[in-house]
Antibody, heavy 126, light 107 residues
Framework: QITLKESGLTLVKPTQTLTLTCTFS??????????VGWIRQPPGKALEWLAL???????TYSPSLKNRLTITKDTSKNQVVLTMTNMDPVDTATYYC??????????????????WGQGTLVTVSS | DIQMTQSPSSLSASVGDRVTITCRAS??????LNWYQQKPGKAPKLLIY???SLQSGVPSRFSGSGSGTDFTLTVSSLQPDDFATYYC?????????FGGGTKVEIK
């Protein structure tokens, strides 16, 4: 059974750095094709993908936030860490981590997020 | 980035109704389209992947169709548990992008 859970400070001040940890179980981040992603959702708004780390340590970032984000993994602890610098009130959102899997048909492979953490609401305020 | 546009942004429907939600991509994405359901205060749940494949455990009243730029999510007979917000997401090219969501409310 795959589970993920986000943790970290829930209240940060403007200009501070946010550090969130995703602790997971039921899969290994050393398995080929597997990844863990971060997605956020401002209150009452849509989902926004932030970053993804793969089993082979490749990383991808949202182009609009790339300069502020860093994603790392610790496979021995089954954890993925996201840091976001220079936080602003517009970054107030629920932050989710999710298991990224790939479904392969006979011709193509389709990425998907099939398991999500419960989310953690991060508020940016002085 | 590929833009995903959903319509309508909200709809009201009754239990037993057939409901269709549309998602349009700003460029062709083949069948690289996923659908998620989200209830208030909860994480999104994967319903459909690869445009038309039903995720394990999801009721068969949910179905997806489409390819290229135009996609639909259909609920054949709306149940009380289906009142939620639905999001499409493209996985064709990074960054993965989501639609703005469609809120399905009780009429």
């Amino acid at each position: 059974q795959i589970t993920l859970k986000e943790s970290g400070l829930t209240l940060v001040k403007p200009t501070q750095t946010l550090t969130l940890t995703c602790t997971f179980s039921g899969f290994s981040l050393t398995t080929t094709g597997v990844g863990v992603g971060w997605i956020r959702q401002p209150p009452g708004k849509a989902l926004e993908w932030l970053a993804l780390i793969y089993w082979n340590d490749d990383k991808t970032y949202s182009p609009s936030l790339k300069n502020r984000l860093t994603i790392t993994k610790d496979t021995s602890k089954n954890q993925v860490v996201l840091t976001m610098t220079n936080m602003d009130p517009v970054d107030t959102a629920t932050y989710y981590c999710a298991h990224r899997e790939t479904y392969c048909s006979s011709t193509d492979c389709y990425p998907l997020f099939d398991y999500w953490g419960q989310g953690t609401l991060v508020t940016v305020s002085s | 980035d590929i833009q995903m546009t959903q319509s309508p942004s909200s709809l009201s429907a009754s239990v037993g109704d057939r409901v269709t939600i549309t998602c349009r991509a700003s460029q062709t994405i083949s069948s690289y389209l996923n659908w998620y359901q989200q209830k208030p205060g909860k994480a999104p749940k994967l319903l459909i992947y690869a445009a038309s494949s039903l995720q394990s455990g999801v009721p068969s009243r949910f179905s997806g169709s489409g390819s290229g730029t135009d996609f639909t999510l259909t609920v054949s007979s709306l149940q009380p548990d289906d009142f939620a917000t639905y999001y499409c997401q493209q996985s064709y090219s990074p960054p993965p992008t989501f639609g703005g969501g469609t809120k399905v409310e009780i009429k």
